[in-house]
């Protein structure tokens, strides 16, 4: 089966595609946008995957599902398409930026800038139905996601890796820790941020820090 995703996954993710369980969740996709409203659009589904190339991967952010509201998604986690309001969690990342970095809010949501370079936004399930959050997951994307990370771990080197809440924090199991930098906080969202789970990681910055320390091109956040 053909999946349009960027050569340089297609390379490293081949034998994956050729599982049973992946045809068998392209046809539960498939059949779902043809009978329901479901978020991103088809084209924007592996976005993560053709804005950031394997061989240029230095962070990888893990989220958990697409946002479920009209023209929100755009197959980047927490990344909502341009002229859209910002969502709570995502609105809660750029102000972390802001006192850490000392840069003012964007006036765009879309992290398609992150992800060109070298950002891979990863959500562990890369689609969902209108208003119905959770409504694509336990269909096999999970099994498709891990498999990313654990690429990314073992191919890669000296890789930054953001796990954001006990969701993303669960697949530290994924991760080799002798060759990745892993920096975990609570989750952006407000219930997180509002108890001081979130504010104050100084993630952006550390993470610079990092690449910098390697001689490698910090992240313009």
């Not at 996709?29 to 230095?58: L, R, W």
């Not at 979130?198 to 993630?203: E, I, L, R, T, Y």
Request: glycine content about 8%; some cysteine; hydrophobic content about 35%.
């Amino acid at each position: 089966m053909q999946v349009k995703i960027h050569p340089s996954w297609k390379a490293v993710l081949s034998e994956e595609f050729e599982k049973p369980y992946f045809n068998h969740l392209i046809d539960f996709v498939k059949s779902e946008y043809t009978h329901y409203t479901c978020y991103p659009k088809g084209s924007q589904i592996f976005s993560a995957f053709d804005h950031c190339h394997f061989n240029d991967v230095k962070v990888v952010i893990i989220g958990q599902d697409p946002y479920h509201g009209p023209n929100q998604a755009n197959g980047l986690c927490f990344s909502v398409n341009d002229g859209i309001p910002f969502p709570p969690s995502l609105n809660n990342i750029f102000r972390e930026i802001e006192t850490d970095l000392s840069k003012p809010l964007p006036k765009t949501g879309n992290l398609e800038r992150w992800a060109d370079q070298g950002v891979l936004l990863l959500n562990a399930t890369l689609t969902v139905r209108k208003g119905e959050a959770g409504s694509h997951q336990k269909k096999g994307w999970e099994t498709f996601t891990d498999a990313v990370i654990q690429k990314v771990s073992s191919e890669r080197e000296q890789v930054v890796f953001l796990l954001w809440g006990g969701f993303a924090q669960n697949k530290r199991a994924l991760i080799d820790t002798s060759k990745h930098l892993i920096l975990t906080s609570g989750h952006p969202s407000p219930l997180s941020a509002n108890r001081g789970l979130w504010f104050g990681n100084k993630h952006f910055s550390k993470t610079n820090e990092y690449l910098k320390s390697l001689g490698r091109q910090e992240i313009d956040w």
